[in-house]
């Protein structure tokens, strides 16, 4: 049995002004496809880990990703896809087909990018050949994603903490298809709702009850497996909110039960969906009062892994004007890295940081301080982290010591906060500081939520702000609470 593996992974924030460009993603070919993902917690891994089987070859072709930033080009869009293409013609016929994608990548001129591929997979190898698609839960779901493929599993777990997973079981579920032992029909629902990212976080509620839902869908007779995506509130598509899948051995009806009592269950919270959190300066105030630290302030409003700049200072001048000390956070500044660098280590510095990417995310914050310590920004985090990766690389690295009582990470790579071996590595120990600044909103908490005294979710202005009133959308579904509050299902 031969399994094709492909895909391109892209979480396209459309109001980021960084277009994704074909030089801005990585692809991995063939064997670096193992070498690279082989021993992750990736989707990747856990569609090679079904070709441990003695009856079943998977053969890696390609996989292209970059990190969330703005709309695919139409050139990186049709080279990438062309590729996978070539690769999957020639190289067939296939008994089945593993499509490892994000579900929420957008293209110039295909809006529903992750809907384009699949629909040119399914035409190149016919209505025949079982195609498995394992998705983000952030992703935005198509009904033309679903009716081009056989089985669809998405991450369960936000921190993603289970790509691997829930690919294996995707896989398996396709090798069954493969040997006639089941025969799945897809059902998606789709209830206009968006859920705030800030409520996005699966271990606590409202979203923990809609995961729990989800598993009890799927002990119901006849259901294979059952799937809830969040959605992604920054790319502006018409299918942009929560949706929620079923696979049924045969019967369609059953498929459809399952999933419309998921999405009228999950709908009947909507309220809790919606979110207010405080401001940087309350947020701050709020973590000097507290007696241990460190509190971790979430950078809602600059979430890295959500396509944002990596360079905002709002949290910082508040931080700033309020006189906080013991305060740590890092900053993607390849010119202030590279002002220190020339300086070098124990020299003393003055310089504008960060807020210069664009006009979204504060502006450069005038620093004087001392070169502590200059690092290659490379580091390794065996543990499972958010999307299971594990090499870092965040350019060459700069501690700056500040007379404020700051200590800045400043980094020549965009980088997240998703593993404190990013401190550790620059000689920081993010435990002795009362706040610390974790870039994002559910992704940084395996890192930080362990060192934790407490966690403040920031309403900071930004390209990921929770505050979705900040954007104006073309192409989003009318109605769709909250942002209008009569919708109705
Ligand atoms: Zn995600």
């Not at 990585?26 to 993902?37: L, N, W």
């Not at 500044?333 to 124990?346: F, I, L, M």
């Not at 965040?394 to 980088?415: A, I, K, P, Q």
């Amino acid at each position: 049995m031969r399994l094709a593996l492909l895909g391109m992974s892209h979480e396209t924030n459309t109001f980021s002004r960084v277009p994704a460009t074909y030089d801005r993603f990585s692809i991995h070919r063939g064997h670096e496809i193992v070498q690279q993902f082989g021993e992750s917690h990736t989707t990747n891994a856990g569609f090679l880990e079904i070709g441990e089987r003695p009856d079943v070859d998977v053969v890696p072709l390609m996989f292209a990703s970059t990190g969330p930033i703005g709309t695919i080009t139409s050139d990186a869009f049709e080279r990438i896809v062309g590729e996978l293409l070539d690769l999957l013609r020639d190289n067939g016929p296939w008994d089945g087909v593993l499509l490892s994608l994000h579900g929420a990548a957008v293209s110039e001129r295909r809006p529903d990018a992750d809907g384009e591929i699949t629909a040119r997979v399914r035409d190149l190898v016919g209505p025949d050949v079982p195609v498995g698609m394992t998705l983000d839960l952030h992703g935005n779901v198509t009904q033309k994603m679903i009716a081009n493929t056989t089985v669809a599993t998405f991450y369960r777990s936000n921190p993603h903490l289970d790509p691997r997973p829930r690919a294996l079981e995707c896989a398996e579920l396709i090798v069954r298809t493969i040997n006639g032992e089941i025969r799945p029909v897809q059902a998606l629902e789709m209830p206009p709702v968006v859920i705030n990212i800030v409520k996005q976080f699966t271990g606590e509620e409202p979203m923990a009850s809609v995961i729990r839902d989800c598993e009890t869908a799927i002990q119901r007779q006849g259901i294979l497996t059952a799937s809830v995506a969040e959605g992604y509130p920054y790319s502006d598509v018409e299918e942009m909110g929560m949706s929620f899948l079923a696979v049924a051995d045969g019967d369609e009806s059953a498929a459809r039960d399952a999933v419309r009592w998921m999405a009228r269950r999950a709908w009947g919270m909507r309220e809790q969906f919606v979110v207010d959190t405080p401001s940087p300066e309350e947020a701050l105030r709020q973590a000097m009062a507290e007696d241990e630290g460190p509190v971790v302030l979430m950078d809602v409003g600059d979430n890295i892994g959500g396509g944002s700049s990596a360079d905002s200072t709002v949290i910082l001048a508040a931080a700033q004007r309020l006189g906080v000390t013991s305060f740590l956070q890092s900053l993607y500044d390849p010119e202030a890295v590279a002002h220190c660098v020339e300086s070098g280590v124990g020299s003393e510095v003055t310089l504008d940081v960060g807020g210069k990417t664009d006009d979204m995310h504060g502006s450069p914050v005038r620093v004087t301080g001392r070169v502590r310590a200059m690092t290659d920004g490379l580091y390794e985090d065996p543990n499972p982290t958010h999307g299971g990766w594990r090499y870092y690389d965040g350019g060459t690295t700069v501690v700056l010591e500040t007379t404020d009582g700051h200590t800045l990470l400043l980094t020549s790579e965009r980088t997240g906060n998703t593993t404190r071996e990013q401190m550790y590595s620059a000689g920081i120990m993010p435990e002795r500081f009362k706040i610390v600044v974790a870039k994002g909103v559910v992704s940084p908490r395996p890192a930080y939520q362990p060192i934790a005294s407490r966690i403040i979710l920031v309403n900071s202005p930004g390209v990921t702000t929770s505050d979705l009133s900040f954007f104006t959308y073309h192409r989003r579904r009318v109605p769709l609470y909250p942002f209008e509050e009569d919708a109705a299902y």
